[in-house]
T-cell receptor
Framework: AQSVTQLDSQVPVFEEAPVELRCNYS??????LFWYVQYPNQGLQLLLK??????LVESINGFEAEFNKSQTSFHLRKPSVHISDTAEYFC??????????FGAGTRLTVKP | DAGVIQSPRHEVTEMGQEVTLRCKPI?????LFWYRQTMMRGLELLIY????????DSGMPEDRFSAKMPNASFSTLKIQPSEPRDSAVYFC????????????FGQGTRLTVV
């Protein structure tokens, strides 16, 4: 079965600083990888996903993630964060056999 | 489409009472997921349906929990009897095909058992 590890439970950063939220997964087969964002009192929304092809995927609001098969990672990055990026971020993995599993989440807090 | 609709948004109940959470998935989606979110355990998959059939219920915590999907447009998650440790936010999500496509989440039901 696959699993997902988000290495940081909380990440505080200042506005306009770069940020990286780390995600590692384990799976014995080819995987599909996702990042979801959860704003306060809301459900999860898809931020970006990797299914196949280019290993670098981007979201419309400036986030990007790179699938690294050798390191079994899918870290999320943004070069300059805004206050509005404050939220909880979940990494998720599914494969051809198992349903989607989520990491424990990383709470990103952007301070002015 | 209005998205995944969950009801109620908030539920406060006394220990021992039966609680029923409801979900209407996005029309045309054939997979439905129930998740529970708590501070201690994060987001946990409880059960997953595909074409109205339960595929994986290994995440259902115990016999007090049950879930049904009588048709493609409706699912329930029932807790009987409820306990304070069941307090959490319960999310329903739906997707097309299930495994490699985006899951769309409802707003969640915040359950408080006192």
């Amino acid at each position: 079965a696959q699993s997902v590890t988000q290495l940081d439970s909380q990440v505080p950063v200042f506005e306009e600083a770069p940020v990286e939220l780390r995600c590692n997964y384990s799976s014995s087969v080819s995987v599909y990888l996702f990042w979801y964002v959860q704003y306060p009192n809301q459900g999860l929304q898809l931020l970006l996903k990797y299914l196949s092809g280019s290993t670098l995927v981007e979201s419309i609001n400036g986030f990007e993630a790179e699938f690294n098969k050798s390191q079994t990672s899918f870290h999320l990055r943004k070069p300059s964060v805004h206050i509005s990026d404050t939220a909880e971020y979940f990494c998720a993995v599914s494969d051809q056999v198992n349903d989607m599993r989520f990491g424990a989440g990383t709470r990103l807090t952007v301070k002015p | 489409d209005a998205g995944v609709i969950q009801s109620p948004r908030h539920e406060v109940t006394e220990m021992g009472q039966e609680v029923t959470l409801r979900c209407k998935p996005i029309s045309g989606h054939n997979s439905l997921f129930w998740y529970r979110q708590t501070m201690m355990r994060g987001l946990e998959l409880l059960i997953y349906f595909n074409n109205n059939v339960p595929i994986d219920d290994s995440g259902m915590p115990e016999d007090r929990f049950s879930a049904k999907m009588p048709n493609a447009s409706f699912s329930t998650l029932k807790i009987q009897p409820s306990e304070p440790r069941d307090s959490a936010v319960y999310f329903c999500a739906s997707s097309l095909s299930g495994l490699n496509t985006e899951a769309f989440f409802g707003q969640g039901t915040r359950l408080t058992v006192v």
